[in-house]
């Protein structure tokens, strides 16, 4: 049994919805159903009553659901008591990190911020959104960093954690390139069905794309081909030449660079702009405060 299961298990109690907790779990409805149907079998019987509407759990789904919040809550406290006790590791800064960022804005940061700051030790914890920002609020990191868009904030409340800005990473459309350097398939309005590499439902990118097409005053006509959490997955699909994918620019350097792939659009059409944020909780209400991320804080809120 995997405490994610619960998780997912105390959301859908919560919100009497398996699309709205899938969105909150940044995972796809058809996952999220199959992990509360893997707690079932676990437990050996019925807790969700799929026959009703909104949602209701059964008479064993009740019980469970206030045995997994005690659950969750001793787990949560057997870890920050262990945490406690760990006296080595103190100048390990911990990075909690969804993986599109893990892959392309981490490194290359961490290398100027070394030749800047200095040496640092780091250890990354690379997840979903929903996890990555989970791993904060639980005390499971000294530092998140995360994409911010103002159509999608981040829920942290400004009285418990304070944020500096890292940069900025524009979101559009690639695709292969064909013999003369013209992509093989186009972001336009109109038109046939363009084949589309897409995030699955419920992903933080894939809320982003939507916007980026709400945003167009005729929007294309996309076909969906392929779908994946994973902005590295559609990457790699997009390089075969299957379709047209939304990637953001640090990922598509280096193939953008190698004409592996090209834009899909032109400049400033089917781009949308998003900040890349630093988030700690606030000095005088952390549960403990690392002297090594301390001062990389300090230094890169002087900077």
């Known amino acids: 049994m995997e405490t994610k299961w619960l998780e997912d298990f105390v959301s859908l109690a919560e919100t009497r919805s398996f699309s709205r907790s899938a969105q909150l779990r940044h995972v796809t409805q058809p996952a999220f159903s199959r992990r509360i149907q893997a707690l079932e079998a676990w437990a050996g019987t019925d807790l969700v009553d799929r026959s009703s509407y909104p949602t209701r759990l059964t008479p064993a789904g009740e019980t469970l659901h206030a045995q997994a919040l005690e659950i969750l809550v001793a787990l949560q406290s057997a870890r920050n008591l262990m945490r406690s006790h760990r006296a080595s590791g103190q100048d390990v800064i911990e990075f909690a990190i969804p993986h599109t960022l893990a892959f392309t804005f981490f490194p290359h940061w961490l290398m100027e911020l070394r030749g800047r700051f200095g040496a640092v030790k780091t250890r990354l914890n690379a997840s979903n959104v929903h996890d990555a920002v989970l791993r904060l609020t639980d005390g499971g990191c000294d530092l998140l960093i995360a994409y911010h868009h103002a159509s999608q904030p981040l829920q942290l409340s400004p009285e418990r954690y304070e944020m500096l800005s890292l940069g900025h990473e524009t979101l559009a459309a690639y695709a292969k390139a064909d013999a003369e350097g013209r992509p093989l398939f186009r972001l336009q ?89 630093l988030y700690r909780e606030r000095r005088e209400v952390a549960r403990h405060v690392k002297p090594a991320a301390q001062a990389l804080w300090d230094f890169l809120k002087a900077g």
């Open 189 to 277: 309005p109109g038109g046939p069905p363009v084949p589309m590499l897409a995030y699955a439902g419920g992903a933080y990118m894939g809320q982003m794309v939507e916007q980026i097409i709400r945003q167009m005053p005729v929007p294309p006509v996309l076909e969906t081909l392929y779908e994946t959490d994973m902005a590295e997955g559609l990457k790699a699909m997009a390089v075969e030449g299957h379709g047209l994918a939304f990637l953001p620019s640090s990922l598509a350097r280096k193939d953008l660079q190698a004409r592996r792939l090209v834009p899909a659009a032109p400049p400033g059409v089917g781009e949308l702009t998003m900040e890349v944020r």
